[in-house]
């Protein structure tokens, strides 16, 4: 059983910064990538940002120089730092793990935290 909590969702006006987090728990062995993806009205999901068990990041180029992604290792925690935020940047995030457990390895997803930067 995996369980993920995403917070630091909310409204925040064009241009300024929110940091979401997602904390992992339950029964996982090791933790590989760690990735947040959105998912705007009648758009289909997209990837925002990944970064692997070694610390390799990518990010979509929408959000390249604007949006950082970091993680805790000893927290199974992800975060991802938004700042310079625009309107095109409302959506709903939602986290993702790839990890490994006693069972094997599989993916998980978060219930997603709601983005709001009105125009």
């Known amino acids: 059983q995996v369980q993920l909590v995403e917070s630091g969702g909310g409204l925040v006006q064009a241009g300024g910064s929110l940091r979401l987090s997602c904390a992992a728990s339950?029964?996982?062995?090791?933790?590989?990538?760690m990735g947040w993806h959105r998912q705007a009205p009648g758009k289909p999901r997209e990837l925002v940002a990944v970064?692997?068990?070694?610390?390799?990041?990518n990010y979509a180029d929408s959000v390249k120089g604007r949006f950082a992604i970091s993680r805790d290792n000893a927290k199974n925690t992800v975060y991802l730092q938004m700042n310079s935020l625009k309107p095109e940047d409302t959506a709903i995030y939602y986290c993702?793990?790839?990890?490994?457990?006693?069972?094997?390895?599989?993916?998980?997803w978060g219930q997603g935290t709601q983005v709001t930067v009105p125009s």
């Open positions: 993702r793990i790839n990890y490994c457990s006693d069972y094997g390895c599989s993916e998980y």
């Open positions: 339950g029964s996982i062995f090791r933790i590989n990538a």
């Open positions: 970064i692997t068990g070694g610390g390799i990041t």
